[in-house]
């Protein structure tokens, strides 16, 4: 008998035992399950670290629109709907899964199971890909690089400004003020806050990038002589238009130099970001290339061959060659001005293309198909790939790496069609 006490006695400590390293297994890992995300273009892929639980049973992901704690029984993990579960996974040596973005905020969290039990990881956020804008009817934009900000003016004097890293709205804004009806740049003071400038009359006026305040007011030499269009180089130097002559009012001096009279009626002025290349023209025209020295002389001169549509909303220049991309049809112009391809031929339903930042490649976007076209910037312009999106897209722009489309998204939930801002990782 004694013997006996003495065998179960034995039994039970070590039962105990095994429960408590069970146990602090369980915990251990518990607190380290390092779930992770990394965002891919149209999507999103998680990685966590193989199970190394007794009794493996399966790897759950779950997904809610809205912030969950993390389920503390096995009978409410096994109730969940189907709507909520984004991935089972029965094997063990699997480590990763990815999910397509959804146009709302997304919160998932990993499940290890192991029988009756099963370990919750931290719940990680997936902010959206997408912003559905506030209006459709887009006049201008500016985007605001250092601070990652996208500011929309739109034809009901309107102005949305939209976060571009977590695609969210910072302000929506009532404008009563005319002069946003007319060319508009951005660039920013000596202390690094964001600028914009309107042009309205012979004025150039200075706008708060917050407030939208006047802080000053640029007056055009001779007084009275009208401006029509403005750009701003990465130092925030203004060049402007009026008419027949090309100006530049410089951001340190406070001076404007006039650094041509060419005799020509135009109204649409680009500008490099170095501030070495400026083309001008109007609508569909002859376009004068200029190429100008750090002392604000004219080096030298080009004019097109032939009309080029050169409305200024439309048309891509590259970031440091003037490298041109007409409006409508997505004719290539190098620099020295010599046509070279339409990418309408390629692009279906052509609407605008964009240089990456260090004019490397031409991404193009048509209102035909749900991608993004991309060719070489070189000669022959080759096409080397695309890729697919999920809005049917109508611009688009680089931002921090990433392609930011606009573009017109079904939402099958309503019936009804969004005008969105999509982003792209490339």
């Known amino acids: 008998m004694k013997y006996l006490l003495t065998l179960v006695l034995i039994s039970a400590i070590c039962l105990i035992a095994c429960y408590q390293e069970e146990s602090n297994k369980y915990n251990t890992q518990a607190n380290g399950l390092n779930f992770t995300k990394t965002e891919v273009s149209n999507g999103v892929v998680f990685n966590w670290e193989e199970a190394k639980m007794f009794n493996f049973t399966e790897y759950i992901i779950t997904k809610h629109p809205n912030s969950t704690p993390a389920i503390t029984s096995i009978e409410d993990l096994s109730k969940l709907s189907s709507i909520n579960i984004m991935a089972r996974i029965k094997s063990r040596q699997s480590n990763s899964a990815n999910d397509s973005t959804s146009i709302l905020r997304t919160y998932y969290r990993l499940y290890v199971v192991s029988g009756t039990h099963f370990l919750a990881s931290d719940e990680i956020v997936q902010n959206s890909n997408f912003y559905t804008l506030q209006n459709q009817n887009i006049s201008q934009t500016l985007i605001d690089r250092k601070n990652g900000r996208l500011y929309l003016f739109y ?40 600028e914009i400038y309107s042009s309205n009359g012979d004025k150039i006026f200075i706008f708060e990038g917050d407030s939208f305040k006047i802080k000053d007011i640029i007056y055009n030499i001779p007084k009275g002589k009208g401006i029509y269009n403005i750009a701003t ?37 680009k500008v490099t970001g170095d501030g070495r290349y400026i083309l001008t023209g109007y609508g569909f ?5 200029y190429n100008l020295s750090q002392d604000n002389r004219i080096i030298s001169m080009k004019r097109s061959s ?56 031409i991404y193009s976007v048509g209102t035909a198909t749900n991608l993004v076209y991309k060719f070489e910037n070189k000669d022959g312009y080759k096409f080397i790939g695309s890729l697919p999106i999920k809005s049917r897209p109508t611009g688009i722009f680089i931002y921090d790496g990433k392609l930011i489309l606009f573009g017109m998204l079904k939402d099958f939930n309503s019936a009804s069609t969004k005008y969105v801002l999509e982003k792209v990782f490339i």
Do not use: C, H, W
Request: hydrophobic content about 35%; cysteine-free; glycine content about 6%.
């Open 233 to 269: 180089d990465e130092n925030s130097n203004n060049f402007f238009v009026e008419k027949d002559t090309i100006s530049k009012y410089d951001k340190i001096t406070k001076k404007i130099t006039k650094l041509v009279n060419n005799g020509v009626y135009q109204s649409y002025i």
């Open 155 to 194: 034809s009901t004097s309107t102005i949305e400004i939209i976060d571009l890293k977590d695609m969210k709205q910072i302000a929506y804004y009532n404008s009563s003020y005319s002069p946003f009806i007319n060319s508009i740049a951005l660039g920013y003071d000596q202390n690094g806050n964001t």
């Open 306 to 361: 032939g009309n080029v549509d050169f409305t200024n909303y439309g048309t891509a220049m590259a970031n440091v060659e003037p490298t041109l991309i007409a409006a409508s049809n997505g004719a290539i112009y190098n620099k020295d001005f010599q046509y070279s391809k339409i990418l309408a031929n390629e692009v279906a339903g052509y609407a605008k293309s964009v240089f990456d930042e260090r004019d490397k490649i």
């Open 285 to 289: 025209s002859l376009v004068n290339q």
